[in-house]
């Protein structure tokens, strides 16, 4: 065994040390003067010393930078340098080190064969002076996450013996069992009394008990996160009884809609709708919450691992072509005093949730066009991270495939280890103190490269149509990925015969593990010798584990024996409907004292810095926006390309100007009041943004992503009924179907006794097409002289607001939508647009007209005069301050040449509108107020500088 | 005349292939996207070809360093090929990972033995990978044919380890054929005009023959005019500024 040091010449500046000294000062350690950090690998191997010397010279140190030293064990530090600290982080075991394979492989590129395994870790020498209690509190809260990380103090053991497995049938006496040994059943396996009721009889019928397999399957199965049984229950909320809230709401307006360009919606791993005739475009947005509240950087990262995989997933196998990523905080600047125990600090889960989204997305080579972060304290314990991609695939590709009974079954990409093991039941469950403790198993760090393989591979395997059905394992393994692609058929699997990790698996671990950057297909016999050869050309694995069959029945053997057989019926049909019971009632909120008007330029520029509105510039650089070549409108926009764009747009055919848009729309503030109208406000959000860059409504379809408290408490379902009903009003009227959706029910944490509960959070995703990307508008003014118009009515609806919140209220004057007044100004605005009569535009969110004018001058690096006295309005309003920070929605703030006035005012006829300034060569934005006095004089350098702070880390 | 072939390598993380290739298409190139796995055992062959692109990727995940991995199994199992492909009068061109694959083999900035490399890239001085659009200055000086008549350019960098760091003995020697600068030319910005704090602005070099180009920036990310940051407020051009890279290369294998 070997130790090898690698680590940067003394002269040369250590840049990872240094992002580290600057998270240190964050702490308030500001002893701490340089950080280096050093690479540790260790080789399980016997080498000549030429071929240690070779493999360290020519593969683990860079000659121009770096210097390295070997050793054959760990040192404890140094002692003779007392300002010298060290810590040393190295993977817990078990734990997949993704270094580890491209190790071996340039290994065996260099002729030397003898290397077993490899592990990796890192030293941090750290120098300063530190008590011990900052030593550990440096190292617990910035260099180790214990789910996956331990400091090396002593003797390491970095290859510990694999245990064998030795084959035994487990079976669970349910038919035996009763009282309390039923509940503990019931408890492990996350079964309602209910379902455990059905499965006893459905086990009595067949004389026998079921195996430990048998009873996962079911389990994994039947989770909320398979299945989504509270969408589906039969709810009683006041006098009305909703039978499949799903069925009764985002499905049907898709159904009542019945566009002709949805080519398969809620019943694939993605939704899919036409883009030009030959190509379709399909779209989806997963949440992967609790991973990543336990270990950021890995379960953001298998995050997009995992919906990129839906993506592959889709039809027989789409192209991700676009991610989009939206994510809920707590603020970064939480007192450490105010995180419960056992908790990741917000800024560090903020960090770590980055650098895994960026890190796995820009592998893959996926832009990452768009995307938004909300804040709020009630997601200390419970993060959102959504991660969303958008495919593209052949249009007579998109619907899912049909095998035939005698396909084999093909297990491609990543090897089975013990990873994310009941990570399903894991995502359905409530977090507690010790979750933290308790899940190391349910999260583990991605490998992109493996999943960029499996991309590349599979296109080709589709073109070459070597396979009939494809899905992706995702939550519950193979248990769910063959169980439901064998639904309508029949299946034998032969567990043993799945290529693992390491040995020592049981049956059940393998069939239910959730290891990454894994796909099942069903490959007729005659194809399959073409699939592993060319797989194995692309250097990615794939196994033939098993047939499907015409059996109606799921059979799983281990070495020849069965281990489990299950009617496909009982596994997707048996499930008995949940029956829960919603309340609602709207809250009473506390409202601002009004009594003073505050100075508007310096609460404007307090909104501008408040972390939801502020830029996110720090984030959107480390995602590469521009591979594959396809971006027409970016993330950032205007002079100094930092402005905040609307939606993105890309070409995704290189040789076409058809586009595609995507947006997102969410506010979770709106729902403390009232979630009916925080859904109508996401759905009218994220089509706004489609409007604002020169879209339009004509195929636009959107995604719904519920994240919500726990849905088993009356009133927290009853919200959940009342923004789902929201869901189909507003798509009805907006002719926007839905195609696809996801829910991530149960946030809430308990601490102490108390329970907290996420808002709940409804984030919407929009795609629409656009025929001509020449005529894309982006958000920044463009020319002096230039006429500002807003289109949209503005009402007193600051409840939920940002400059309510700025006041620390809440409000109750939610802002509602009309959705056949916003339609049709919609519709307008388009048309004015494909006129070519629109120089930029801005729709209204946070910060209102303020935020969007602001925004608009310092992209431009223009400036403004506004008046809110002609501003049409909804309803009498005499203040300043509610006109200038009112978000209704609906409305956006478009720039017009002088002399497309007539032909623009045209075209808006009849809808609300107004002209209501101008663009100036100043660099001053200057608002005056309805009294026609100067309520606003600024100067944008010193907006865009209080938008840019707060997050400019 | 027959059409000029150009090989894409693609290698496990490759990923700017399509429309790298998709660039060199356009330029009136044929293009083949071959795996390295297909030209070590054969199955393609680098004569066959004029041009030989290492893209922009990740490949083998960036492992050990940026672009070290496939260096390594460059080197190793396609160094004789190679050397005889450039013997030949052969144009290679990388891009980003390419660059930093190039000079990790030693074939930039020429071919010395690995132990004796003068010239990595490493970490930008800012810790972090960055997307941003750069303004570059070409050296008029240079020999390299892909930037022939290209005096500036403005394109995209995506990269975490972009920043050249030479040994001072030679710089003299390298023949640096981009530079970055500010909007006005100027190479004295500084960050973020130099995104990652090369040593001496450096964003591309060419080996000695002009025939060999390698480049942090991606100018096959601005082909088309819609696909520049400000096109909305400063009009579309019909070409992007990298489009040149590619017709140069094309017009050049076509003389030999």
Redesign the interface.
Known sequence: MYRVEVYLRSH??D??G??LVRDIGDLRITTVSDVRVR?IYWLDAALRPDELDMLC????A????QEYHCDTEFKSQDKTDPGLYSVEVAYNAGVTD??ED??K??VL???IKDVRAVKTAKRYLIRGELSKNELEVISSRLLVNPIIQHVVEHEVVAFPESPRYHFKLKEIDLLGAEGAKLSEIARQFSFTKDELGVITTYFKEGERNPTDAELETLAQTWSEHCVHKTFKARISFGDTVIDNLLKSTVMKVTEELDKPWCLSVFEDNAGVIDFDGRWALCFKVETHNHPSAVEPYGGAATGIGGVVRDIMGTGLSAKPILNTDVFCFAPPDLPYDRLPPGVLHPRRIFKGVRAGV??YG????IPTLNGAILFDERYTANPLVYCGTVGLLPKNLSRQGQQKAGDLVVLCGGRTGRDGIHGVTFASEQLTQESTAVSYASVQIG???VE??LI?VLLKARDRRLFTRITDCGGGGLSSAVGEMAAETGVRVYLDRVSLKYAGLSYPEIWISESQERMVLAVPPECSEELLALFA???SEATVIGEFTDEHRLKLFYQENLVADLSMEFLHQGRPQLELEATWQKPQHAEPDLAQQPDLAETLLKVLSSFNVCSKEWVI????????????L?P????D?DGPGDAAIL?PV??SEMGVIVSNGINPKYGDIDPYWMAASAIDEALRQIIAVGGNLKRVALLDNFSWGNTNRPHNLGALVRAAQACYDMALVYETPFISGKDSLNNEFELTGKTISIPHTLLISAIGVMSD??R???M?L?KAGDLIYIVGTTQNELGGSEYFRSLGSVGNNVPRVDPHQAKEAMERLSLATEQGLVR?CHDLSEGGIGVAIAEMAFA?RLGAVVSLKDMPLGEPMDRDDLILFSESNSRFLVEVAPNDKDKFERVMDKTSFASIGQVTPSEMLEIYGIGGRKVVGVSIAKLKEAWQKPLSW | MSKVRTLIL?A?????D??TA??FEQAGAVVSLV?I??LIDRTKQLKDYQIMVIP???T??D???AG??LA??IR??LGRDIERFTENGGLILGICNGFQVLVKTGILPGLLP???????L????????????VYLVANRESRCVFTRGIERMYL?V?HGEGKV???PKVLPGLDVVLYYTDEQGNTKAGYPYNPNGSVANIAGISDATGRIFALMP?P??F?RG??H??W??EG?KERGDGFRIFTNAVKWAKSL
């Open positions: 040369l500046p840049a990872r240094q992002g690479d010279r020519r593969l683990l860079d000659p121009v930078t993704p270094v491209s190790i492989k340039a590129d260099l002729g960026a890190d820009n592998r893959l080579g490998n992109p490269i960029k393989r590349d050309s692309e250097g650089r480390q995602y590469d926006h521009e591979v594959q070549g396809s971006s027409v970016k950032l926009v205007g002079r390309n070409r290189l040789d990307t020449s894309a508008v982006s920044d463009k930029a431009g | 693609r496990p993380g490759t990923n700017c399509e429309e998709f660039a795996h796995s297909q922009g990727g990740f083998y995940g492992d050990m360093g070290k991995v390594n199994e190793l199992k690995t132990s004796k490399l003068p010239l990595t490493t970490t930008n001085d800012s810790g972090r990978f960055e997307c941003r659009w995209p995506a760091v030479a040994d991606h096959e990310r082909t819609s696909q940051p400000r909305q407020s579309t």
